[in-house]
């Protein structure tokens, strides 16, 4: 059954640090590309990060300005695991996040808009409290 389950999410205070586990079946695994969202109450949705590949073993990254030397998305290819590695916390970091994956692989300008993105976990929510 083809499936994103996110794990790793908590309740934690401001510069701390935790790190997100998205599980992805064989089929989505193979997206061309992945991506961590998250959503607040009342707010849209914001892209994070996300790691892109034409094929082969080059990934190409991209991170939000908000999270740029915080956060580290990267992925595992033998455990099928994409992480969001994310250090120095603060409360503003609070949200439900997502993984979400692309069929196709997607220019740099539309890596962090949610519209190209197909299928989506069910989310784990991350408390930063100061």
């Known amino acids: 059954q083809e499936r994103l389950r996110e794990s790793g999410g908590d309740s934690v205070q401001a510069g701390g640090s935790l790190r997100l586990s998205c599980a992805a079946s064989?089929?989505?695994?193979?997206?061309?590309?992945m991506g961590w969202f998250r959503q607040t109450p009342g707010k849209e949705r914001e892209g994070v990060a996300s790691?892109?590949?034409?094929?082969?073993?080059?990934?190409?990254?991209s991170h939000a300005d908000s999270v740029k030397g915080r956060f580290t998305i990267s992925r595992d290819d033998d455990t099928n695991t994409l992480y969001l590695q994310m250090n120095s916390l603060k409360p503003e970091d609070t949200a439900m996040y997502y993984c979400a994956t692309s069929p196709g692989y997607l220019e740099y300008s539309s890596r962090l808009t949610d519209a190209p993105y197909t299928f989506w976990g069910q989310g784990t929510q991350v408390t930063v409290s100061s």
């Open positions: 790691i892109c590949t034409r094929g082969g073993a080059r990934y190409l990254t």
């Open positions: 064989g089929a989505f695994y193979s997206a061309n590309c």
